[in-house]
């Protein structure tokens, strides 16, 4: 395939043969690959090794510990490690800066053998108290290392918040080991700290640039950071001294933000990128009659919605929130905008997720039980006053186009007599205004699992320790935060399902969203691509990609 590069096509000498990662359990260099990390073919020198990644969005910051979304999250992977990460393709937990770890048996103490001979990509070496540092960070509101406007959600959202911490305290054992205590059991707990939000980050980088660390990280991940040209491209080169022997396979990586679909799509066809992320279903055809690209499919593994500002007139009153529940045709959404590659929602869960509660009846398209709902909730003429409606300003993989399914949410509304404002600031914006919650009264948001475990849709979007956080319509339910705190101790897998059964239940009646689509995001990548194991998290390393 001919590719017309910005670089004029040069070709970049690979650096040596590939060869397989190393194992990355026991702390061994000679341990067999990791199923997808397999070494690449051996190459000869005119081989591609720049990645070109196009995407809809730009990242909010570069810091994982300050940001949520998943622009940001991606860089992080290929920048930071965490102490576990999860096997290609899956969110089971595999070694990563942890050789290994022991459980006491009340669940109340983690310990953890670090790998040795790792440094940051400034030097600094890694170690449990590098471990302990970033962790202390998170956790404390007053560190000196919680710079202006800063702020760990993700930390609050797994772990709880100031007044429930999980975490207890994290200590040095000794220079290669480091020991977690909890307050109290949490089942994900090592599902929780594989998530690319907990990478490790360099003490020593993070005291030095303070503020500017949010755009200048340094982690020990397979590729350094180089270059962020805001709402452009992010830049990163290989990381020599990578402890995974044979890898990064590929020089460098470009990340390209392009907010339109079919503008990224264009650019791939070109060979102005690699592979992108939130193919229109439209354009499936064409990519699949192009004998030089390939279709990947991201297993489905998330949630779209509708929220709504519970703290704020009407959508305090459930019955406003149920009847908007009403008004929706989602199946008509879902038909005229996900092309066959998704299906309409009814929980905040997936239905590939254990703990989903498939006997949930839906809320049925009835604009006029809609009506009537308003009525008992004092509008018996509809809303008279014009609410905001901010609509997610880029492509997600569970809402490739927000702006179009707002507009049809409008219309479906306008029947029952509400009408909305659309609205849609640039993405930082977006997500900041929806934290305040000050601005809109509904608004678009989704959710891509990042671990594997229920607790992390649930409790994360939808109870109340998450505020101000990821629950972003401030919904509290007493009898909901008693049951996720008791799914959170419970290790029975079998029990800890019937209770997020029951969670969706009240979530159900108390309607705080409008649950959407679940979908099955499509990618598209030049045919030469090899190496990619796309995660049901919506992000990965790419340390293993290589060119034929």
């Not at 990355?24 to 997808?36: I, Q, R, T, V, W």
């Not at 989602?330 to 309409?344: E, N, T, W, Y």
């Not at 989704?446 to 919904?475: A, E, Q």
């Amino acid at each position: 395939m001919l590719k017309r590069r910005w670089w004029s096509g040069v070709l970049i000498l690979v650096l040596a043969v590939m060869v397989g990662i190393s194992g990355c359990g026991g702390g061994s260099n000679e341990a067999a690959p990791e199923p997808g990390n397999e070494p690449a073919p051996e190459q000869d020198a005119t081989v591609q090794d720049t990645l070109i990644f196009g995407r809809g969005g730009d990242s909010v910051a570069l810091d994982p510990g300050i940001v949520t979304d998943g622009e940001s999250l991606k860089i992080a992977q290929q920048v930071y490690d965490t102490l576990l990460s999860y096997e290609p393709g899956s969110t089971k937990v595999q070694p990563s800066l942890a050789e290994s770890w022991e459980v006491a048996e009340d669940g109340l103490t983690y310990t953890f053998k670090l790998r040795q001979g790792v440094k940051f990509h400034d030097g600094t070496d890694f170690n449990a108290e590098a471990v302990v540092f970033n962790f202390e960070r998170w956790s404390d509101p007053a560190s000196e290392y919680k710079f202006e406007g800063d702020s760990f959600d993700y930390y609050d959202s797994m772990f709880g918040s100031e007044d429930s911490r999980v975490i207890k305290e994290v200590k040095a054992v000794d220079e290669h080991t480091v020991q977690f205590t909890l307050n109290q059991p949490q089942a994900p707990f090592l599902q929780n700290i594989a998530m690319s939000s907990f990478g490790i980050a360099s003490p020593t980088a993070v005291k030095e640039k303070t503020t500017n660390f949010k755009s200048e990280p340094v982690g020990t991940g397979p590729f350094v950071f180089k270059e962020w040209k805001r709402n452009d491209s992010i830049t990163l080169e290989k990381n020599p001294d990578y402890w995974q022997e044979g890898l990064p396979k590929l020089n460098k990586v470009i990340v390209r933000s392009i907010p339109d679909n079919t503008a990224r799509f264009n650019a791939l066809q070109n060979g102005e990128i690699d592979i992108m992320e939130d193919l229109n279903a439209d354009d499936l055809t064409v990519l699949e009659s192009n004998a030089n690209l390939q279709k990947i499919e991201r297993p489905s593994f998330n949630v779209g919605y509708v929220g709504f500002n519970t703290k704020k007139k009407p959508f305090d009153d459930k019955k406003v929130r149920q009847a908007l529940n009403h008004a929706v045709n989602k199946q008509a959404i879902v038909d005229a905008f996900f092309g066959g590659s998704a299906q309409v929602a009814k929980n905040p869960l997936p239905p590939t997720l254990w703990g989903y509660n498939d006997e949930i009846q839906d809320y049925a398209y009835d604009p006029e039980k809609a009506k009537v709902l308003l009525a008992e909730a004092g509008y018996p003429d509809g809303i008279a006053e014009e609410l905001i409606f901010y609509a997610m300003p880029v492509s997600r993989p569970y809402m490739p186009d927000g702006r179009k399914v707002a507009e049809a949410i409008q219309a479906d509304l306008e029947k029952i007599g509400v009408k909305v404002s659309i609205q849609s600031p640039e993405w930082a914006t977006y997500l900041d205004d929806l934290k305040a919650g000050e601005k809109d009264d509904l608004y678009m948001l989704g959710w891509t699992g990042d671990n594997g475990d229920p607790d992390n849709f649930i409790y994360t979007l939808l109870d109340k320790d998450t505020i101000p956080g990821n629950n972003r319509s401030f919904y509290v339910n007493e009898e909901l935060h008693t049951i996720l705190v008791e799914a959170q101790k419970e290790v029975d897998q079998d029990k800890r399902a019937e209770l997020y059964k029951q969670s969706q239940v009240i979530i159900k009646e108390d309607a705080p969203w409008i649950p959407l689509v679940h979908t099955t995001p499509l990618m598209a990548a030049s045919s030469n691509l090899k190496g990619y194991t796309p995660s049901p998290t919506g992000s990965e390393p790419y340390a293993s990609i290589y060119f034929e």
